[in-house]
């Protein structure tokens, strides 16, 4: 049973005509991009998608999903995947290095909704490392703040490319080990005061909406 399939799909159930929809990263909205493409074409929509990466740009328009920007057009709704979700939807993303296009969009639209398989779900975050991007020349200033935090940094290295991951934006992505986020809120906004750090991957209290699929079948989890 492909979980991810079916909550992608699930998820396009949601979109309307005339919505601006907001494009997530990742195997989980690959599914959701691709059965939206075949809902806008199906029923002859207008519907705008905003990426937040170059994965999800390509997939898009080669889809044939007409594309538009932030400088154009507000968000209606924003669908992403996660790498963790806590049981008061505070999310950990960045496992496809986009989390800083990601946060933008997401937190810009009407509703984000989240989309995952029941793996994701945890009782804490933190098992998963946070994802920091980083500018490149700030890479050695900014792990030893992350150590004085209480964190294990580790430069996120490339596959099929010598030396470390290349964001969209040009920067490193610094993998952050936690002992426990007991307050992810406090922890994200600490990230982010450090100079030289452009975003990190815990986005605390900006889902709406989390569809988790399980074997037994789809919930829907939702912020209080
Ligand atoms: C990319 C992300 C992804 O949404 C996250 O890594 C989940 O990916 P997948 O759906 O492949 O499990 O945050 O930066």
Known sequence: ????????????????????????TGSTTHYFIEKLAEKIKNEELEVLGIPTSYQSLYLASD???????LEEHDVNLAVDGADE???????????????????????????????????????????FPVPVEVIPLALRVVKKQLVNMGGQPDLRMAERKDGPVI????NFVIDVK????????????MLNSIPGVVE?????GLANEVLVATIQGLNVLKRV
Request: negative net charge; aromatic residues 6%.
């Open 167 to 170: 964001t969209d934006n040009g």
């Open 178 to 189: 936690f002992d426990n986020i007991s307050e992810p809120k406090e922890l994200e906004v």
């Open 63 to 69: 889809s044939g999903i007409p594309l538009t920007t």
């Open 1 to 24: 049973m492909n979980l991810k399939k079916i909550v992608g799909y699930e998820a396009v159930k949601w979109v309307k005509d005339g919505d601006v929809v907001g494009l997530g």
């Open 85 to 127: 979700v806590d049981p008061q939807l505070n999310l950990i993303k960045g496992g496809g290095a986009a989390h800083t296009l990601e946060k933008i969009v997401d937190q810009s639209a009407d509703k984000f909704v989240v989309i995952v398989d029941d793996s994701k779900m945890v009782d804490e975050l933190g098992k």
């Open 200 to 204: 990190n991957g815990v986005f605390a």
